[in-house]
């Protein structure tokens, strides 16, 4: 039978899937013997058959009612006790921490009766008022659904009739009276009394949590992290330890290093007299933890050692949440944190520097979609710009755009294709919508950990938080600084890595990575503005060298002319994977293509032939030139003839238009015979029609003319002294039939050429893998084709029976929602279909061919969880846009140490 319920000290931080991310290091804190209220966790085991039954098992109740009353005993008081009543908080955590989006009451166990023994232990009346009245604002929102206003605006009705600035600020008469009147509220809106039952407060807040897994902003989060809406939620029942009980209490947040810049040192917000959330939610300003050292030495002593512990055990950045009761410390959460992008790469070498990790550690601990991130331009500090405020910098980036103040008019004016930066004095979970459709976000409140923050770089978002400066007014939408007042849609600039908010555009410059990636480290060095800068750039050389060391995938790169080439080899591509040619008929030479589709007669077409000759093969020149001495796979034209002849609706206008104005003459003739090949070559659906290796076949000449232009192109270079490694790949090939009939021309020009030029000619002929037939033929096709590369992208397509353009924007959305699909299979590689296809014609073609050659061209080449996938599957290289080449240089080389570091989703 399976274990609902677990104590802390059952469970280790390796428990993740079944305790919670929460949970599971809960417990390794309390394995660690640092000081955790004692608690117990509800597994998201449970969670999964509440959600598909619909009620908890009822095993859950007894094993509920055993680590209650163990927890009891433990603490020596009783849940919601008439003189020193054990009150806990019930925490939700899934496996992957989703900051802010699911819920959390505290105080369960106050009623009319335990408020009074709390307010006899702890010697303070308002501090009893004052938690009885946040349960019953917690409970009443999260567990029984009232709207949240309702309370707040009790308690501000509350703080003016009594002239009060802050919470703080009133007593406990006042606190008893809001108990009151909150009590009414939850009587209006439920129809119920507030429960008093201890246990049934608990009952009903486990099962809000389940709940608040299937809201809608947690399903969003999920969605765009990539967290499967399977997965479930663990619960902890946790002690209460108060943050609120006077001056020698608090409650905080720190992180073990600057999660935002990887600096070392300890970072963090302290609030005194505060509980659970006041820190996050930015409500009061907070201290730093140099100051929370004067106020509480011996507190601060225990926090810091804890953040070493931790630090030393998790080898890795944490964070984590503490309260100080009456000066003794509790230790409420710790995680691995969620860091910057430059922080990844800084904190892995600082590791490895200090001997906690290896180098193949710290290759695991950032990703490409950092890098990428890196490689994102910065502003330009030369730039005239109007400074309008400095606030803290909390997710770099550089966002410029128009200023909104709302989550609806965010995600309205983005879905318009405009840039928005959302305004807010602080954000709560309800803004989640605009912050994923700004490019920024921008607050007056609120500190490194508040709730932008955290969300925003969790995000990758660019975000600047607490410019107090700023005079937020949401209801005027209005921003005033100064004597300047801002409006909603005016520009405004936010610096996310320094904290600047400038009003009005500014340029933006190459970020130092880049110039690292174009010009080398010492180039770099040399250029950096700051120790920081320096710092970073040394980070990602080490980690991308290694990731180049232990990488067993090559990275080659697609580009079709000899600029992108160029690119592509200065950010390290071995290869050209994909040579596109279509676009050599585009332009001045159309007229040509025209020609020879229309051509009646041999002579004709011959002619249009012997002029394109020379300039394809000035092309082929050009890339082989760039890319001496590295593959480059060229492949030949693929998509259908009718793209390269006018529109077939625009034709038939300009014909009857003609007949009816009674016009004549050559012009007419030509127009009229254009128009009969465009009705000809018209098909119902193109991607499917006559094109790739069909076209070769049936179009006589076509494939002839490229790959006479490869062949003497690279005789050319050889003369030259040059090392071309030129090869021909063969689009769209269903049966190896259509390979054998290509290759057999190919041969023979080949042979010609050499002989002509009286050179000798390797030039492998290989086949793309875009069609299912393809693949599952491949031992086959292996026999005639000398290298095979997947065209991921077709054969998405074929096998999904999804044409691209038509289904992302129709119904993959829907789709997404539904659970069809939890990522776009044009993006991630569908491993289980696409992917298994990829696997059978890997093995079958390396079974008849073992010197066989096998990549990938498709974009998928560029995306981290499919690169991974590739390198599983034993490709030899990907190939992928030449802005992606460093992605996948380090992608690939994680892939290669996978399994080694942790987890820092
Ligand atoms: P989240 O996952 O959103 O961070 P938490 O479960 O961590 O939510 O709780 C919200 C706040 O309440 C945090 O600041 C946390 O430290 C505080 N808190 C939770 N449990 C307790 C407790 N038993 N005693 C005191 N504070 C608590
Ligand atoms: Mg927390
Ligand atoms: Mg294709």
Known sequence: ?????????????????????????????????????????????????????????????????????????????????????????????????????????LNIGLNDASVQGLAKFSDDERFAWDSYRRLIQMFGKTVLDIDGDKFAHALDA????????????????????????????????????????PREQLDLAITAVFNSWNTDRARLYRRRERIPNDLGTAVNVVTMVFGNLGSDSGTGVCFTRDPSTGMTGDYGDYLPNAQGEDVVAGIRNTLSLADFEKLDPTSFADLRQAMRRLETHYRDLCDIEFTVERGKLWMLQTRVGKRTAAAAFRIATQLVDEHLITLDEALERVTGAQLSKLMFPQFDSEAKRTLLATGMAASPGAAVGQVVFDSVTAQAWAAEGKAVILVRRETNPDDLGGMIAAVGVLTSRGGKTSHAAVVARGMGTTCVVGAEKLDVNVKAK????????????????????????????????????????????????????????????????????HADGVRRLRVHANADTAEDAHRARIWGAQGIGLCRTEHMFLGERRVLIERLILANEDAEREAALAALLPLQRADFIDILEQMDGLPTTIRLIDPPLHEFLPDLTEMSVKVALAAERGETGADVERDKVMLAAVQRMHEANPMLGLRGVRLGIVVPGLFALQIRAVAEAAAQRLRDGGKPHAEIMIPLAASVMELHLIRDEAEEILAEVSAAEGVELHIPIGAMIELPRAALTADRMAGVAEFFSFGTNDLTQTTWGFSRDDVESAFFPEYTERGVISVSPFETVDRSGVGRLVRIAVEEGRAARPDIVLGVCGEHGGDPESIHFFHEVGLDYVSCSPFRVPVARLEAGRASVSGLGSDTR
């Open 1 to 105: 039978m399976a274990k609902y319920v677990y104590d802390f000290s059952e469970g280790n931080k390796d428990q993740k899937d079944l305790l919670g991310g929460k949970g599971a290091n809960l417990a390794e804190m309390t394995r660690l013997g640092l000081p955790v209220p004692p608690g117990f966790i509800i597994t998201t085991e449970a969670c999964r058959e509440y959600m598909t039954s619909g009620a908890l098992p009822a095993e859950v109740r007894v094993e509920v009612t055993m680590a209650l009353r163990r927890l009891e005993d433990a603490v020596g008081r009783s849940l919601g006790d008439f003189h020193d009543p054990l009150l806990v908080s019930v925490r939700s955590g899934a496996k992957f921490s989703m900051p802010g989006m699911m819920d959390t009451v």
């Open 478 to 545: 209005e921003i005033k600084v100064g004597k300047r007042v801002i409006g909603e849609g005016e520009v405004i600039a936010i610096d996310g890595s320094t904290g600047d908010i400038f009003l009005g555009d500014v340029p933006v410059v190459p970020s130092p990575v880049v110039e690292y990636l174009e010009e080398g480290l010492e180039v770099a060095l040399a250029h950096a503005a700051d120790e920081d800068t320096r710092d970073l750039v040394e980070a990602v050389d080490r980690i991308l060298t």
């Open 158 to 197: 509350m703080k003016h009739v009594r002239g009060a600035a802050a919470d703080t600020d009133l007593n406990a008469k006042d606190l008893e009276e809001l108990v009151e009147q909150f009590k009414t509220i939850v009587r209006d809106e439920t129809g119920r009394e507030f429960p008093q039952h």
